[in-house]
Each structure stands twice: as structure tokens, then as C-alpha cells.
């Protein structure tokens, strides 16, 4: 078949793709199968959707089923993007917490990957799902809840769809707010390095964007849920200087696809995402990687990708530097500690990145970076086993789940066995 993610970088070796547009198609493909996975958006840049069996696509199943007013939770199917979602609630008077950088993005695949906005006060997006419906490998239904099961919950809640494909979630959520968006421009690097703590404090969500020159940052985007005061912007007052128009995280790219800045208020939607729903942000042409670290070592680990700074410079579009807080749940790279999390977005040639990211991994080391689940890197699974402390104790309950192997592809294999 010639199926592939996002980027265009994998294509998918199922036998089969399926897209099933209710809960019994679904039940009865796994039912059917012996190998088979899971795709949403497609935004994963490695192999963790892949199979050699039958591929499921959820796009079908994507409605909202529930709004609970009394619960504070919404209901969805497994299918639904985040940008639909978004709209939705906000249409009837509520919000979540937070979202990704794109709202393109399916719900039930980024919670799985343990994907995540920014701030410091702000959970990865799994921390919002209260419950899931799952249909796993025999083809029966089983329900999960916080309230009935917390700790099955924090071992499910980022789960790879190693356990089953998840039909249904249910998540918190808020009265809906209103968000301003500031962008500052060439923020000192050493400022930015001594004050990161203050920098992502400083907002309700705060990214930086950086190609790792040891001048300066180029950009701060600064997401306030309060009326922001200009003149207390932790970043201004640090040498940075405000944008006068929308700007790109890629300098010379077009503005157009980006949520709307220079402090025009808007609803939440509109404003945590960087890229607006109604545009492809690209076309596809990038490869990203991720790495968190503890956020006490994150200034540390940035002046050592500064060090890297001519590696980088041939390879890299642009890095992001967001903060996210820690959580409870297994597989989640925030799990017991906040994070500083290192994004790059590279040039869209895997025989030219490979290396460089490889060098990028072996100089965090000491900083015991785990990456993100959906994106490229390098690290073996034995290394990747030895900082995610939960991960044995998550294959056992896999393979109970799961006896046969049939959620469980290369990409799995490689990071839940471990091979004398």
C-alpha cells in the first residue's frame, strides 16, 4: 500500500487499511487481525504507527458525543482533531487547558504520544483524559476511568496504542477564556539562559524559538490568559524587543498560517495553538525531534546545543524551548518532573539529520533527555527503557493486555523488550 504519515517520510507496510466509521467496524477488524495499528493525523515522524498487518484510520469516528456541565468533561470519539474539538466547545461556553502547537492534530493519537503544549503551570494533553473506551485484542470493549481505576488510568494514559485502539475519551474541561498573544524579538541568549525559569514563568504559555546562535533568541511567544501589561514583559525588560507585525517561528517564512499576535485578543483556540486550523503549516517538507529534560537542567543543556551551533546550522530549521509541568502518568516524558522540552524541526533529508541528531543526543546525555514518542531520534531502547523508570512495569501490563502481540509492531518491540 501506499500510505504515509504527515511528513512523507514513512510509508506504512500494512497489508491492509481499514477506516472504519463506527465502534463495531472497529471491534471487528481487531477481531480479525493479527497485527494491526492505529493512525489519526498522521503527525508522527517514526515508525510507532507502522505494521505489517492492518492500519485503522480513525478520521471516521470523529464526533463529539457529550458535553457534561455538571462534570466539567466533554465526551469524543476516538477520531476527532483537536481543532474540531476546539471549536466545538468553544461554541457551547467551554475550553481545555491547553493545546499543541497545531490543532491538526487528533486527540486520541497525541495524548498516546504523550504530546503537549507549553507552560509552567500547564500538564502534557494526556493529564486532561478523565476516561477512554478502548477495544483491545480479542475485540471486546473495555472502559477505563480516573475516578474507578487511577492507577490503570496513569498507566494508560500515554500508551503508544500499545493496548488497544481508543474509540472514545473523556476529558476536562473549563469555562471558555480569551488569550492575548505578543511576540518579542532578539532576546539575549545569555539572558535567556540565566532567567529561563522567570522567561517561561512569565506567561501562560511561553515558547522560545532559536537556531542556537550564541547572540541572541530570535523569538519569545508570550500566550497570557490576563490582559497583559507590556511594560512587565519579563523578556523586554531583558533586552528583547517587541514585533511589529506577525511573524513566522521561520523567520522568512509567511505569517499567514500563524495565530494572530501583536496582543489582539482572542479566543483560547485561536491564540495557544501557533498555527491556525484553516492552514497546512507546511507541506510536509520537515523532520522534528524532541527531547526533555528536567527544567533544572535546562539552562544547562541549551548552552551545550549553543556549542553545537555549527553542526545544527546545516540541518536545522528552527528549535523551540517550551516548559511543560510534571505529571503521574507512566509513560509520559514529564512523568515526576517539569520539563524543559527541546524541539527541532530539520530539513527534510533523514540520511543528513541522522547524524547530527545522533551528536545532538550523545551531548545531553548527562541530562538523561527522554524523547518524544512520535518523533525522530536515535537513542536504542535500552537507553530509552533506562529513562522512562516505568516502562518495564508497562510491557508486563502490555502483554497481559495483549498476549499475542497484536498491537505491537518494530518500533514497539524495540522499546518494551528488552533482549539479553
Known amino acids: 500500500m501506499a500510505e504515509r504519515n504527515w511528513a512523507g517520510n514513512v510509508q506504512y507496510g500494512a497489508e491492509r487499511y481499514h477506516q472504519p466509521a463506527t465502534v463495531d ?65 468553544d461554541e457551547h461556553g467551554w475550553a481545555l487547558a491547553n493545546l499543541a502547537s497545531l490543532p491538526h492534530i487528533s ?12 507552560g509552567v503551570g500547564n500538564g502534557g494533553l494526556a493529564t486532561a483524559v478523565t476516561a477512554m473506551q478502548l477495544v483491545v485484542a480479542s475485540g471486546d470493549i473495555v472502559e477505563v ?8 488510568m496513569a498507566a494508560l494514559g500515554v500508551n503508544l496504542g500499545a493496548v488497544g485502539i481508543a474509540t472514545r475519551l473523556t476529558l476536562e474541561i473549563q469555562p471558555t477564556f480569551t488569550v492575548w498573544q505578543h511576540v518579542y524579538e532578539h532576546l539575549p541568549m545569555g539572558a535567556a539562559i540565566d532567567h529561563l525559569g522567570e522567561i517561561m514563568a ?29 511594560g512587565d514583559a519579563v523578556a523586554v525588560r531583558l533586552g528583547a524587543v517587541p514585533a511589529t507585525r506577525n511573524v513566522h517561528p521561520v523567520a522568512e517564512l509567511s505569517a499567514e498560517p500563524c495565530t494572530e499576535q501583536m496582543g489582539v485578543a482572542g479566543p483560547w483556540h485561536e491564540r495557544l495553538p501557533h498555527f491556525r486550523m484553516g492552514f497546512t503549516p507546511s507541506s510536509g517538507d520537515e523532520l522534528q525531534s524532541e527531547l526533555f529534560v528536567a527544567a533544572s537542567d535546562g539552562p544547562e543543556a541549551m548552552r551545550t546545543l549553543i556549542g553545537l551551533g555549527a553542526e545544527l546550522a546545516p540541518v536545522l530549521k528552527i528549535s523551540e ?6 505529571d503521574t502518568l507512566w509513560l509520559s516524558p514529564c ?4 520539563c524543559i522540552v527541546l524541539h527541532f524541526t530539520w530539513i527534510p533529508s533523514w540520511p543528513e539529520v541522522q547524524p547530527v541528531l545522533a ?18 531520534s536515535t537513542l536504542d531502547g535500552g537507553v530509552v527503557r533506562s529513562r522512562f523508570e516505568r516502562l518495564g512495569a508497562f510491557a508486563q501490563l502490555q502483554a497481559e493486555w495483549d498476549p499475542t502481540g497484536k498491537f505491537r509492531n518494530a518500533y514497539l518491540h524495540n522499546v518494551l523488550v528488552a533482549t539479553p
Not at 203 to 228: A, C, I, M, N
Request: hydrophobic share 35%.
Open 321 to 326: 524551548v517550551r516548559a511543560v509541568a510534571a
Open 202 to 230: 512569565d506567561g501562560y504559555s511561553v515558547s522560545l524559538f532559536t537556531t542556537w546562535r550564541p547572540d541572541h533568541v530570535e523569538q519569545v511567544w508570550r500566550k497570557q490568559r490576563l490582559e497583559p501589561d507590556e
Open 145 to 152: 476511568s480516573r475516578d474507578t481505576d487511577p492507577d490503570l
Open 107 to 118: 486527540v486520541a493519537g497525541a495524548c498516546a504520544t504523550g504530546t503537549h503544549g507549553s
Open 335 to 338: 512523568y515526576q518532573r517539569d
Open 359 to 376: 551528536r545532538v543526543e550523545t551531548a545531553l546525555e548527562p541530562f538523561a533527555p527522554r524523547p518524544h514518542w512520535g518523533k525522530l
Open 25 to 89: 467496524d472497529v471491534q471487528s477488524a481487531v477481531a480479525a487481525s493479527t497485527k494491526l495499528r492505529a493512525v489519526g493525523s498522521r503527525h508522527s515522524f517514526n515508525t510507532i504507527a507502522d505494521t505489517t498487518g492492518d492500519l485503522i484510520s480513525m478520521a471516521k469516528l470523529d464526533r463529539v458525543v457529550d458535553i457534561d456541565s455538571v462534570a466539567h468533561t466533554v465526551t469524543i470519539d476516538g477520531g476527532i482533531k483537536y481543532g474540531e474539538l476546539a471549536s466545538h466547545l
